[in-house]
């Protein structure tokens, strides 16, 4: 660590610390009393869901969703989430409504106004709402306070210690119903918690429903790209943490490999900051025919990928999409750990190569990898990727 890291550490936790003495004063404390609760107490008529973290977490609290709806079929069923994260749940059959609000909101009261009044509005509605019961799924001490905020009669959550700045304080003295989970992975934390409620049986599988106006908008777009249902890959070379990305040369060579032997086109999509990552894997794969979509919505990029023959991409959340679409998905893994975030569903291939520096603490603290290069990933070859997608290919009957 530099010395400019060293200071910007330092202010970090000082900033962090006096927002949570500011947040214990004015939100925490006297807005709750916390009070003993048994799991066979709790009848809820009107449920509120909060997952306020990323795509792949909010598709893999949905087996815990469902195992709500199967326990509590009578129940209205809400789900607060970051706003990037709404149209992916809106055509859910399960929930009834979705609400959205910015993750840790309240530090935009003066730079962000507008989006703050947004998110207060949202958390207004949330308080009139009088919900029975709020499942939170999350494990940050600002998913926490928003949780809260909700003011449900029962708050349920995981037996855990939050940190911020300085100071940790146990999640469980501001929850009516804390429970603890021996499962590491993230979706089989979600059932446990709702298991401790009485409610179990759901499939251990992530689950996404598309809009029948963005099935059309697809429907076009693979028209005017001369693009097939099942005749086309969709890769997404993008990741929110640069250290999670497979290198851009590997997916150009899997562009090239998978055209030149199957006669198959590729689509890449991504973000609007991903089009230049996305436009130099194009070039240089040599294939003039790959297709970029670097301006679809979440919501036309799931569309896309739920026509594709095979997805392949970072962990990401798209890769969580493909797998909650039944599409085939090839998720390639670097710093995190399968183990705990993998997509669910049998028709998933996971790349992982363990290396002396795994697992990765520090990862999603960095822009750049702690050993100077992403070895995890560098290990992983287009040629062996190729393999398993063009089995796949060859399996459908699609391709050369």
């Not at 010395?3 to 004063?25: D, N, T």
């Not at 607060?80 to 994260?85: D, G, N, Y």
């Not at 790209?225 to 990305?245: I, S």
């Not at 090839?330 to 992982?352: M, N, Q, Y």
């Amino acid at each position: 660590m530099s010395f400019l890291e060293f200071i910007r550490h330092v202010v970090k936790q000082i900033v962090e610390s006096v927002e949570y003495m500011l947040l214990s004063v004015t939100l925490l404390r006297g807005k709750r009393h916390v009070r003993a609760v048994e799991p066979n107490e709790v009848r809820p008529k009107k449920i509120l869901i909060v997952q306020m973290n990323s795509i792949g977490d909010v598709l893999m609290m949905t087996p815990a969703l469902r195992a709500l709806k199967r326990c509590f079929g009578d129940s209205t069923i809400d789900v607060l989430v970051q706003p990037f994260a709404a149209d992916l749940l809106r055509e859910d059959p399960d929930i009834n409504g979705v609400y959205s609000c910015g993750w840790a909101f309240w530090r935009g009261r003066f730079t962000q106004p507008a989006a703050f009044n947004r998110s207060a509005r949202t958390v207004k509605a949330l308080k009139s709402a009088r919900y029975d019961l709020c499942v939170h799924f999350g494990r940050n001490f600002e998913t926490v306070v928003n949780a809260l905020l909700a003011e449900a009669a029962v708050t349920v959550g995981f037996r855990q210690t939050v940190k911020r700045g300085i100071f940790r304080r146990n999640a469980e003295d501001l929850y009516d119903i804390a429970v603890d989970t021996d499962e590491k992975h993230i979706a089989r934390q979600a059932l446990q918690l709702v298991k401790f409620l009485g409610c179990e049986g759901a499939a251990e599988k992530e689950e996404l429903f598309i809009s029948v106006e963005k099935t059309k908008g697809t429907e076009a777009f693979l028209r005017e790209n001369g693009l097939g249902e099942g005749d086309f890959a969709v890769m997404h070379p993008g990741a929110k943490w640069p250290p999670k990305r497979w290198p851009k040369g590997s997916f150009a060579r899997l562009v090239k490999l998978i055209f030149d032997e199957k006669g198959m086109k590729t689509v890449l999509i991504g973000s609007a900051s991903d089009k230049e990552l996305l436009r130099k894997i194009k070039e240089e794969s040599g294939i003039p025919d790959t297709v970029i979509a670097g301006d679809l919505d979440l919501a036309a990029a799931a569309a896309v990928i739920r026509k594709a023959c095979v997805f392949v991409g970072n962990d990401s959340g798209p890769a969580h999409m493909a797998a909650a679409l039944g599409t085939d998905t090839v998720v390639l893994f670097g710093p995190t750990d399968p183990e705990a975030c993998r997509p669910l569903g049998g028709g998933v291939k996971i790349f992982h190569y363990k290396v002396p520096c795994w697992p990765c603490m520090m990862y999603y603290r960095r822009d750049r990898c702690e050993a100077g290069s992403n070895v995890c990933l560098q290990n992983i070859s287009a040629g062996d990727v190729y393999e398993t997608v063009g089995r796949i290919i060859e399996r459908k009957g699609h391709g050369g």
